[in-house]
């Protein structure tokens, strides 16, 4: 799944920190022409459905004034991978394509609760849940005035069963492919999914990037068009009138919008750094209006100092854990496995080199998703190097006949801490006297698929973030088809699960499939529990610790009081930044 490995995880670069100062240059940003139609104009007061609208005039380039309260600057490190939902995944990317367009159902500003966006209601399920049904809701229109309807929608959804597999960023063989047979539009109204197995999550998959509507003028249905040229319409409440890779995105208000999220002010723009350190400097002088993604704890802590600003914390779902190859020696054996669970101290990982911004995590679900758990904890109390040891000796491991591990990390990708963490448990590990640790690095573009692939590292770290807010999500991909380098079950032709390797991984795998379509939430949580306890005893993967993400805003910005906590500009554990909640005052 490349959006958690290859993205998301650069999302929580760690790097030095400098001592701040108030200097810096930042990119030239652009304003939005005075006679720009205002959000909540309605449909009847603007251009023809086949124009963009008329009073949208070429984007001027002097720099707004620090208190203009139509436009806000949010600054960030992140690079987009991709535009075109048939093909994105990276965190960003969906941000983006969440704030120009809309899903069928949103998770609410602030939380994972699921709303109807584009459609009427939650939708019909069948009873064998193999179909969706969903009405679209009157009046939903591009940004250039252009009707969306259920024909035009379904053809440009079918994209992620066509074109998305040829695409370079692999979402629909991860969030479409597997799941959906087909999507067609029985009338202007109705869209149908038809999938290929039951599946509870399959709102939530919904509610993601992907499935937002598409311009089929700017998405062909023949070809992946990552950076399409401004404008880019989408039917959501902003649409990008300038874009630069290197500088800056543009988005201005859909005059056309009727959905639940108006924008407050008249122009969003993005400014994309090359370094943290840029981007903390512009935040702390008025250059930007808020900081996103990423800051180091170092420049966190300074920024918490400087009066006018607000450092937010947002409990995420992004996580760390070492991958365990089953089918490679030693990691093959129980008993060694066992050991390194119950040797990993994760408290000293995050006190030590994380001064306390990371939490330790004793199950691959993190606190407050349904059914988590803490079963590495309650199996291994680790650190404990005496139960290290007994398993080890069990093996024939001794002072004099340790076993050797070979752990990788790609030195760059999650920041410089993940030496220090790495050679910290080095140290953890060693300290049972029985085992001997080499550490390798290795550049992030050969690492991931060497890791993943399963063929050849033993061992290695790994960052990862939901593709949808449920704990399937935490479980099925490293156990299900190869589990992203665990080799608890072997691929399979015509298996969406693979062959499992040994009875108890067996037992997973039937755990999973049943969770994975039960319904009913309390047997659903009792069932991932049961799948957390045998995951634990397999050592399937070793959880370590869990990020918030942080922002850094000036008092200025304001969050929506209506929705969610406005202390954190409205951003759930789902990390969707929706735009239109926020207010800016001089």
């Known amino acids: 799944m490349n959006r958690q490995r290859l993205f998301v995880a650069a999302a929580l670069l760690v790097v030095a920190s400098m001592i701040l100062s108030a200097c810096g240059t930042a990119a030239t940003p652009t304003v939005a022409p005075a006679t720009q139609p205002p959000a909540t104009a309605a449909p009847a007061t603007v251009a023809p459905a086949t124009a963009a609208p008329a009073t949208v005039a070429p984007v001027a380039t002097t720099p707004p004034a620090a208190s203009n309260p139509d436009t ?12 075109d939902a048939a093909d994105a995944y990276a965190t960003h990317d969906w941000e983006i394509l969440r704030n120009i367009s809309d899903g069928l159902v949103y998770m609410k500003p602030g939380t994972t609760d699921l709303a109807p966006d584009l459609a009427t209601d939650m939708g019909k399920i069948s009873p064998d849940g193999l179909t969706y049904t969903y009405t679209l809701r009157d009046g939903i229109k591009f940004g250039d005035g252009t009707p969306l309807t259920a024909t035009i929608y379904a053809a440009q959804l079918n994209r992620l069963l066509t074109i998305g597999p040829k695409c370079p960023n692999d979402v629909a063989d991860t969030l479409a492919v597997p799941y959906v047979k087909s999507i067609t539009a029985p009338d ?85 750094y090359s370094d943290p350190n840029t981007m903390a400097l512009a935040v702390q002088s008025g250059e930007v209006d808020v900081a996103w993604r990423i800051l180091s704890p170092d420049q966190l802590t300074s920024l918490k100092k400087v009066s006018g600003l607000t450092v937010g ?47 330790p995590l004793y199950s691959m679900i993190p606190p407050g998703f349904l059914g988590a758990d803490e079963s590495f904890d309650t199996m291994y109390s680790a650190p404990n190097v005496d139960q290290a040891k007994k398993y080890l000796e069990a093996s024939g491991y001794s002072a004099t006949n340790p076993v050797k591990l070979e752990m990788w990390y790609p030195p760059e990708h999650y920041g410089a801490s993940t030496a220090a963490w790495m050679q910290l448990i080095k140290t953890q590990l060693e300290a049972t006297g029985e085992i001997q640790v080499t550490l390798t690095s290795q550049e992030w573009s050969t690492y991931v698929p060497a890791l993943t692939g399963g063929k050849s590292y033993g061992a290695g770290v790994l960052g990862w973030f939901f593709d949808y807010p449920d704990p399937s999500n935490y479980l099925d991909p490293f156990v299900f088809n190869r589990g992203e380098g665990t080799n608890v079950t072997i691929p399979a032709t015509g298996s969406l699960t693979g062959t499992p390797i040994n009875d108890k991984a067996k037992q997973l795998v039937a755990l999973l499939n049943q969770a994975d379509i039960e319904t009913d939430l309390t047997k659903r949580a009792d069932l991932y529990k049961q799948a957390q306890n045998l995951y634990a005893d397999l050592v399937v993967t070793v959880p370590l610790f869990f990020n918030a993400e942080h922002i850094v805003y000036r008092s200025n910005i304001k969050g929506d009081a209506n929705n969610a906590q406005p202390e954190n500009l409205n951003i759930g554990p789902d990390i969707l930044f929706f735009y239109s909640e926020l207010s800016k005052s001089k």
């Open 72 to 83: 806000i600057i949010i600054g960030t490190t992140d690079k987009l991978a991709s535009l």
């Open 188 to 272: 202007d109204k109705t869209i149908v999914f038809q999938l290929t197995t039951p599946i509870a999550f399959f709102p939530q998959i919904l509610a993601g990037g992907p499935y937002v509507a598409t311009d089929p003028k700017t998405f062909k249905a023949d070809a992946c068009n990552l950076f399409p040229t401004a404008p880019v319409y989408g039917v959501g409440a902003w649409y990008i009138s300038q874009y630069n890779a290197d500088e800056q995105m543009v988005l201005l208000p859909n005059p056309y919008y009727t959905g639940p999220l108006k924008p407050q002010v008249k122009q969003i723009i993005v400014r994309f």
């Open 313 to 359: 914390a947002i409990n995420g779902g992004s996580i760390r854990y070492l991958v365990l190859n089953h089918t490679i020696k030693p990691y093959d054996d129980p008993n060694v496995v066992k050991a390194i669970a119950s040797a990993v101290d994760r408290n000293a990982i995050a006190d030590t080199v994380y001064a306390g911004q990371v939490t």
